[in-house]
Every structure is written in C-alpha cells, then in structure tokens.
C-alpha cells in the first residue's frame, strides 16, 4: 500500500498561482503512476492531470492544459501540481491518487489522499 499525504492548498486571486504537493509513503512511489483530481462543490469529482511512474508521460484534462504541469521526484516520493493563470472555476477540493497503470478514471487509481482546498477568488 501507499500513504499519500496533499499540501499546498489555499486562497489564491484569479490569474495566480499555486503549487501542490502530495508526498507518498509506503511501498515503492516509483512503482506507481499518479495522478491529480479535483471535485467541486455540488460536481463530480474530475480528472486533472496524471503522470507515469517514470515521468516521461503527463497527461491533462483540455481546461487546464497550458496552465497546470504535473511533475514527480521519485527520489523525495512526491508529486507535484504546478497551477498558474488560476481561474474561479478552478475552485475545488484537489486530491492526489496512485495506480498501477495510468489512466484517467478515478476507479483505476486505488490509493487517495484526503483532499486539499483550493479557492480563486475573481
């Protein structure tokens, strides 16, 4: 299993920018493809960005591609989600989760962090 702990949250104007952290611990985080969702209030929890157990392949969902980079350092087991050029609707409760096989899909990642709050403000 693995531990994974989010960081970096808070309340941030529009057109600014944040980083989250999302720090792993357990068996391997080298082993595990990550990814980063987000859940709004009243929405469905949504897809952000995922990233291979190598780094060598990101993806993103089309709103935040230009704005956001996912990035790992296996050597500190932890994921990162760059966030720039903020906007209100990005608002929402951000989770980072670990899975076997990169995807897109929450069902696919079997490990979940507790969520950490993002608020933009117009």
């Known amino acids: 299993q693995v531990q994974l702990v989010e960081s970096g949250g808070g309340l941030v104007q529009a057109g600014g920018s944040l980083r989250l952290s999302c720090a792993a611990s357990?068996?391997?985080?080298?082993?595990?493809?990550m990814g980063w969702f987000r859940q709004a209030p009243g929405k469905e929890r949504e897809f952000v960005a995922n990233?291979?157990?190598?780094?060598?392949?990101?993806y993103y969902v089309d709103s935040v591609k230009g704005r956001f980079t996912i990035s790992r350092d296996n050597a500190k087991s932890t994921v990162y989600l760059q966030m720039n050029s903020l906007k209100p609707e990005d608002t929402a409760v951000y989770y980072c989760?670990?899975?076997?096989?990169?995807?897109?899909?929450?069902?696919?990642?079997?490990?979940w962090g507790q969520g950490t709050q993002v608020t933009v403000s117009s």
């Open positions: 357990g068996r391997t985080f080298s082993t595990y493809a």
């Open positions: 989760a670990a899975a076997f096989n990169i995807g897109v899909t929450d069902r696919e990642y079997p490990y």
């Open positions: 990233i291979s157990w190598g780094g060598g392949r990101t």
